[in-house]
């Protein structure tokens, strides 16, 4: 069981906004910044956002980030079937003193 | 070109060792902190454990915890994992991955990852 939680799946249409949710606690989310990774099959984890809501160099403004309090949230905007992927929260746990993810969440276009 | 590649994985018995590599590419390893994230079959990620820039400070997941040992050369801009008293939940790929900051917190560049498998 995963310390972050995540829904399992979304699914939205071409065109559309969806948004993946990431809960944790004061240990982990509410005293650290979060970040977001896409997984395609067969490839290496791609930071999409890091520090809550910053996109590195060559990610799309398609994809933000935000935080309020123990949560995170992942937008994607005007979605594209290559969108198809796993998604994964993350950060640091100051309790555990270790690294976390979300159980990951399985994004279908529609 | 900015990069990381890992070896040494294979089939290892259980309770068997085996080392895994990271050699970095393209940045100064030397000034970043560095990780190590796996993940097993049809499952998610998993942190595994984080190196400082200077090994001053590591940390492990309390599922390898006594068993796995991070590691780096900054000369040679290599990352190490020894593994030992391997189990068959260690199954899985393992990437190496550069920290961002500094905080164990976000991960931009990943290696291909390589595979560990632990059965009899």
């Known amino acids: 069981q995963s310390v972050l939680t995540q829904p399992p799946s979304v699914s939205a249409a071409p065109g559309q906004k969806v948004t993946i949710s990431c809960s944790g606690s004061t240990s982990n989310i509410g005293n650290n910044y979060v970040s977001w990774y896409q997984l395609l099959p067969g490839t290496a984890p791609k930071l999409l956002i890091h520090d809550n809501n910053k996109r590195p160099s060559g990610i799309p403004d398609r994809f933000s980030g935000s935080k309020s309090g123990t949560s995170a949230t992942l937008g994607i905007t005007g979605l594209q079937t290559g969108d198809e992927a796993d998604y994964y929260c993350g950060t640091w746990d100051g309790s555990l003193s270790a690294g976390v993810f979300g159980g990951g969440t399985k994004l279908t276009v529609l | 070109e900015v990069q990381l590649v890992e070896s040494g994985g294979g089939l290892v018995q259980p309770g068997g060792s085996l080392r895994l590599s990271c050699a970095a590419s393209?940045?100064?390893?030397?000034?970043?902190?560095m990780n190590w994230v796996r993940q097993a079959p049809g499952k998610g990620l998993e942190w595994v454990s984080y190196?400082?820039?200077?090994?001053?400070?590591?940390h492990y997941a309390h599922s390898v915890k006594g068993r796995f040992t991070i590691a780096r050369d900054n000369a040679k801009n290599s990352l190490y994992l020894h593994m030992n008293s391997l189990r068959d939940v260690d199954t899985a790929v393992y990437y190496c991955a550069r920290d961002i900051q500094t905080r164990g917190d976000a991960f931009d560049i990943w290696g291909q990852g390589t595979m560990v498998t632990v059965s009899s």
């Open positions: 190196i400082a820039s200077s090994s001053n400070i590591i």
């Open positions: 393209g940045f100064s390893f030397s000034s970043y902190s």
